[in-house]
């Protein structure tokens, strides 16, 4: 027997998550270090402007991210959920090395800039086949318990939050604020592109489901997804919107903390950690509790509770500004977001059929994300100078709690039987 017939259940898990955490630490670091990357690559004379610049950067990646899950979403329906694992890592860690290295803006001009941006395209691009890839990875192993294995990926993710806020605290804390912003910020980066060959290494062990290889197969997976599978297309975005939004918003609060309620780097970063503990370790809890009382129920629950408590919660912060009121904010955030999305994957899964289940979820993923989430920090940044409001960025969070609300009130008139007698007509 090989070694990759070998994995257990548990192994696959730690092979699958591992890399899907190094991937999305990649991602954290560059929002959480913003402020630093727009003094050194997006210079200009006002704070905000540069700020924009730098999240509209951020942002922009997001643009390509659909096209990764369209392009990688369908080489893991075609050809294996580990290939296209296997892709994405590289992918991540090539754009990771371009924004460790480069030069910035005062030593090399516009190139700095433009080179950051193309780094931030590659790690999009890569980003937008991890999901559907990973997710149908993961759940096709053992269909019986698709809301707790599923719920890893996303727990991966509030652990890649819990390690780049770490960093975020930890350097804040060690290095002089001019050394920080200088070079400091650059560790993280080396970081993640030195840890890149672990998760190559795990997933190299890991072998395609019985769910995926005895399933029937299509060689157009993006065209029957957009032909065939509209409805379900858009029921997994809508589903998708508050919990990418809430996402962004706990990615951004650093940001937020020192220039809207002018704490400490420190206190941000410390706060932030805290919530990615909570997203770490509610959330296979919940994934589980989702295999019990049924998904939907449980995360129309939360999305109403991001309705109705997200304006209470930003106004009293601001209205008592301290590291305590800033704990509770990211805390509450962060477990209903550990709740609502430890059973998001699995719901997502069940809508698409094996035959185009990573295509499926990578292009509704990448296209909610790329809506939604990418560009929440550029937003926020807006929202917070048009209206003059410090509470403003609880404005987006409710109407993305409203747009969830509404596709999960249709998820359950979705048929989500097996297609393959359809592939196969």
Do not use: C
Not at 132 to 145: C, D, K, N, Q
Not at 173 to 201: D, H, N, Q, T
Not at 213 to 230: D, I, S
Not at 249 to 275: C, D, K, N, V
Request: proline share 4%; charged share 10%; aromatic share 12%.
């Amino acid at each position: 027997m090989s070694t990759k017939k070998s994995l257990s259940l548990t192994q696959i898990v730690i092979a699958t998550s591992a890399g899907n955490a190094l991937e999305w630490f990649d991602i954290a670091i560059y929002a959480f270090f913003a402020v630093y990357i727009g003094k050194n690559f997006f210079p200009a004379t006002n704070e905000t402007a540069s700020m924009l610049l730098t999240f509209g950067s951020f942002g922009a990646s997001y643009l390509v991210r659909p096209i990764g899950g369209m392009v990688l979403g369908a080489y893991a329906d075609k050809r294996g959920r580990k290939a296209a694992l296997m892709m994405t890592v590289a992918l991540m860690m090539v754009g990771t090395a371009i924004i460790a290295l480069i030069p910035t803006y005062a030593q090399i001009g516009l190139i700095a800039p433009v080179g950051v941006f193309v780094a931030r395209l590659i790690q999009g691009f890569s980003a937008g086949g991890e999901f559907g890839a990973s997710t149908a990875m993961l759940i096709e192993h053992a269909p019986h318990r698709r809301g707790f294995l599923a719920s890893w990926q996303f727990a991966t993710q509030g652990l890649a939050t819990l390690l780049a806020a770490s960093f975020g605290f930890g350097l804040a804390k060690l290095m002089p604020a001019s050394e920080l912003a200088a070079w400091g910020w650059r560790v993280p980066f080396f970081f993640g592109l030195l840890i890149g060959p672990l998760g190559l290494y795990l997933r190299r062990f890991l072998e395609d489901a019985p769910d995926f290889t005895e399933a029937t197969h299509t060689e157009t997976p993006v065209r029957e997804v957009f032909a065939r599978q509209k409805l379900m297309l858009v029921a997994s975005i809508g589903a998708l919107t508050v919990s990418t939004a809430v996402n962004y918003l706990l990615q951004y609060l650093p940001t937020f903390a020192i220039r809207e309620l002018h704490l400490p780097a420190s206190t941000g970063f410390a706060a932030t950690m805290a919530g990615g503990v909570i997203l770490t370790l509610v959330t296979p809890f919940a994934g589980y509790l989702s295999d019990r009382i049924g998904r939907r129920k449980q995360m129309t629950t939360v999305a109403l509770l991001f309705a109705v408590t997200a304006y209470p919660a930003f106004s009293y912060t601001v209205a008592n500004v301290s590291a305590l009121t800033l704990f509770a904010l990211v805390g509450w955030l962060a477990l209903l977001k550990a709740i609502y999305f430890g059973a998001l994957p699995a719901l997502m899964s069940e809508i698409f059929p094996a035959a185009t289940r990573a295509t499926g979820m990578s292009i509704g993923y990448n296209i909610g994300v790329t809506v939604f989430g990418g560009f929440t920090p550029a937003i926020i940044t807006w929202l917070l100078s048009a209206t003059g409001d410090k509470s403003a960025p609880s404005f987006y969070l409710i109407l993305t709690a409203m747009i969830s609300l509404a596709a999960l009130a249709s998820v359950s008139r979705i048929k989500t039987k097996p297609f393959n007698a359809t592939l196969a007509a």
